[in-house]
T-cell receptor
Framework: KAGVTQTPRYLIKTRGQQVTLSCSPI?????VSWYQQTPGQGLQFLFE???????NKGNFPGRFSGRQFSNSRSEMNVSTLELGDSALYLC????????????FGPGTRLLVL | GNSVTQMEGPVTLSEEAFLTINCTYT??????LFWYVQYPGEGLQLLLK?????DKGSNKGFEATYRKETTSFHLEKGSVQVSDSAVYFC????????????????FGQGTILTVHP
């Protein structure tokens, strides 16, 4: 069974631009969670989607948004990029987003110049 | 709120040494506990997990026991290898009164492990 895939793997953007990241979960998984990983803040939860609905949200500004499609694929958008948005963005999938294991993709590394 | 406190690193060991990485947590409800490992340039891989008190998770020679009385989930391995060099993250999946977590993992800061031949 294929794992979680994320595209693109690397991105370079400039301040003020916007970016869209994509995540395809493991087949059959309906929950997709997004995390930001930085050296200073570690791994922080952004949001979770299940059946096209956002069920949970972390403490990030409104510039960070997401959506999920009927095939469970998810996208994350960051508008008006800031230097501090440079990070590794990880998505993870699970069947129901409960207490079960989340399976992570390889991540998208975003560099904001 | 919920939190995970992980042993500060980095940890440097010689091959075949004994490994312990401490992890303690604060949570309401009944969390599941996880150890994830991250190799350079990769995402996180599940190493082991435990879903209730006194459960022991184990995989690839690594073990951790869910201790509710001490709110701990320490990672141990009896004999490390060079290939174990990676970053290790302790995490919890919190649940609300209804038993759902809505896909949120809370992570510790991570411990860098380097094993020398």
């Amino acid at each position: 069974k294929a794992g979680v895939t994320q595209t693109p793997r690397y991105l370079i953007k400039t301040r003020g631009q916007q970016v869209t990241l994509s995540c395809s979960p493991i087949s059959g998984h309906r929950s997709v969670s997004w995390y930001q990983q930085t050296p200073g803040q570690g791994l922080q939860f952004l949001f979770e989607y299940f059946s096209e609905t956002q069920r949970n949200k972390g403490n990030f500004p409104g510039r960070f948004s997401g959506r999920q499609f009927s095939n469970s694929r998810s996208e994350m958008n960051v508008s008006t990029l800031e230097l501090g948005d440079s990070a590794l963005y990880l998505c993870a999938s699970s069947f129901f987003g409960g207490l079960e294991t989340q399976y992570f993709g390889p991540g998208t590394r975003l560099l904001v110049l | 709120g919920n939190s995970v406190t992980q042993m500060e690193g980095p940890v440097t060991l010689s091959e075949e040494a004994f490994l312990t990485i401490n992890c303690t947590y604060t949570a309401t409800g009944y969390p599941s506990l996880f150890w994830y490992v991250q190799y350079p340039g990769e995402g996180l891989q599940l190493l082991l997990k435990a879903t209730k008190a006194d459960d022991k998770g184990s995989n690839k020679g690594f073990e951790a026991t869910y201790r509710k009385e001490t709110t701990s989930f320490h990672l141990e391995k009896g004999s490390v290898q060079v290939s174990d060099s990676a970053v290790y993250f302790c995490a919890l999946s919190e649940s609300n009164a209804g038993g759902t977590s809505y896909g949120k993992l809370t992570f510790g800061q991570g411990t860098i492990l380097t094993v020398h031949p």
